[in-house]
């Protein structure tokens, strides 16, 4: 029964809104997914191979577009979407301009996107943006969250955003690391001038031409120095930001608590807080302070945000909320996109 069951929703997802054939192997009429093709870019072989029943070498092949399934066969809703319809499925990379430390001075930028097979351009699509600690490069970031497989399941767009490459000088030397300081830019302390605040705005709007992205269901997430900036983002981006998502980050270390004790605007801005207490890089209380300020605007514990404070953990992404964070900030869309 569960088998015929799963053979169903095959049938039934199976079809051009859904394919993607872009491995060279594709049309050869065997399932090559995981032996010469990446997964999910020989889909046409691999749905009719797994339609006509799995073998042992296309179990795990199967077994992922059962799990896809149940996303997959929803039916198409409106939304408030972009209405982009040219990007590929999978992990790729690309490369956008922004602003550098000066106004006047624009750099490439590098980033990495995950879309999930079940991504379908008639549907408006949540975009999760996951912003790595400090030194961290974002090809490290999708098994170290292990968020690919959340999007799997939650049929969201990933996107990991690589910071700026800089010289800390002798003690340190060149690193990736975010512009989370007021002095990291000029003119200092304007934070919609910030050049990864530029970055992520252009980013938005780049994917946005790509795919149909649901304007209001765009998420900031981050780990350490990240979840810094995933805050910033939040309370500065207010039209095109839904929420963030801060695994062991800050916001006092650079003054922008105070800063977000500013915030008047109507909505409230959804977050979810992570974070250990036995963490010896981003102290505990750092996200105590963030609570804190949130209260101090009004925000309210369970309904506006969460706060998963963990005994005896560490610096690290905690991917077992990863659903559950998820799930809180896209049931707090903002009630309009940007245009």
Same mark, same amino acid.
């Given at each position: 029964?569960?088998?015929?069951?799963?053979?169903?929703?095959?049938?039934?997802?199976?079809?051009?809104?859904?394919?993607?054939?872009?491995?060279?192997?594709?049309?050869?009429?065997?399932?090559?997914?995981?032996?010469?093709?990446?997964?999910?870019?020989?889909?046409?072989?691999? $749905?009719?191979?797994?339609?006509?029943?799995?073998?042992?070498?296309?179990?795990?092949?199967?077994?992922?577009?059962?799990?896809?399934?149940?996303?997959?066969?929803?039916?198409?809703?409106?939304?408030?979407?972009?209405? #982009?319809?040219? #990007?590929?499925? #999978?992990? @790729?990379?690309?490369?956008? /301009?922004?602003?550098?430390?000066?106004?006047?001075? *624009?750099?490439?930028?590098?980033?990495?996107?995950?879309?999930?097979?079940?991504?379908?351009?008639?549907?408006?699509?949540?975009?999760?943006?996951?912003?790595?600690?400090?030194?961290?490069?974002?090809?490290?970031?999708?098994?170290?969250?292990?968020?690919?497989?959340?999007?799997? =399941?939650?049929?969201?767009?990933?996107? !990991?955003?690589?910071?700026?490459?800089?010289?800390?000088?002798?003690?340190?030397?060149?690193?990736?690391? @975010? /512009?989370?300081?007021?002095?990291? @830019?000029?003119?200092?302390?304007?934070?919609? *001038?910030?050049?990864?605040?530029?970055?992520?705005?252009?980013?938005?709007?780049?994917?946005?031409? =790509?795919?149909?992205?649901?304007?209001?269901?765009?998420?900031?997430?981050?780990?350490?120095?990240?979840?810094?900036?995933?805050?910033?983002?939040?309370?500065? =981006?207010?039209?095109?930001?839904?929420? !963030?998502?801060?695994?062991?980050?800050?916001?006092?270390? /650079?003054?922008?608590?105070?800063?977000?004790?500013?915030?008047?605007?109507?909505?409230?801005?959804?977050?979810?807080?992570?974070?250990?207490?036995?963490?010896?890089?981003?102290? !505990?209380?750092?996200?105590?302070?963030?609570?804190?300020?949130?209260? $101090?605007?009004?925000?309210?514990?369970?309904?506006? !945000?969460?706060?998963?404070?963990?005994?005896?953990?560490?610096?690290?992404? $905690?991917?077992?909320? /990863?659903?559950?964070?998820?799930?809180?900030?896209?049931?707090?869309?903002?009630?309009?996109?940007?245009?």
């Amino acid at each position: 029964m569960i088998m015929r069951t799963f053979f169903l929703a095959l049938s039934l997802i199976a079809g051009p809104a859904y394919a993607d054939d872009s491995c060279s192997l594709a049309g050869d009429a065997a399932c090559d997914e995981l032996a010469g093709c990446a997964l999910g870019s020989d889909t046409s072989d691999c $749905q009719a191979a797994c339609a006509a029943g799995s073998s042992d070498a296309t179990f795990g092949v199967c077994a992922h577009y059962s799990a896809m399934a149940a996303v997959m066969s929803e039916p198409a809703t409106p939304g408030s979407g972009t209405r #982009g319809e040219g #990007g590929p499925r #999978g992990l @790729w990379s690309g490369t956008i /301009n922004a602003r550098g430390k000066y106004a006047t001075e *624009q750099i490439v930028r590098h980033y990495e996107v995950y879309v999930p097979i079940s991504y379908d351009p008639r549907r408006p699509t949540p975009l999760v943006m996951v912003l790595g600690g400090f030194t961290v490069d974002m090809y490290g970031l999708p098994a170290y969250t292990e968020l690919l497989r959340t999007a799997d =399941l939650g049929g969201f767009i990933v996107v !990991f955003p690589q910071q700026h490459y800089y010289n800390f000088g002798p003690s340190i030397g060149w690193v990736f690391a @975010w /512009n989370i300081y007021p002095t990291d @830019w000029v003119p200092n302390g304007d934070w919609l *001038q910030n050049p990864d605040v530029d970055f992520i705005r252009n980013l938005i709007d780049e994917l946005g031409a =790509l795919y149909n992205l649901d304007r209001t269901r765009v998420i900031a997430s981050g780990h350490s120095r990240g979840a810094g900036m995933s805050i910033i983002l939040a309370f500065v =981006l207010t039209d095109r930001v839904a929420g !963030f998502l801060s695994e062991a980050g800050f916001a006092d270390a /650079n003054g922008f608590d105070d800063d977000m004790l500013d915030y008047t605007g109507e909505r409230r801005i959804p977050g979810v807080l992570v974070h250990g207490t036995a963490d010896p890089d981003v102290p !505990f209380s750092s996200s105590e302070r963030v609570v804190e300020v949130l209260e $101090q605007i009004g925000e309210v514990e369970g309904e506006d !945000f969460l706060f998963f404070d963990l005994d005896h953990v560490a610096h690290e992404w $905690q991917p077992q909320y /990863n659903q559950d964070a998820l799930d809180f900030l896209f049931d707090r869309p903002l009630p309009g996109g940007a245009p």
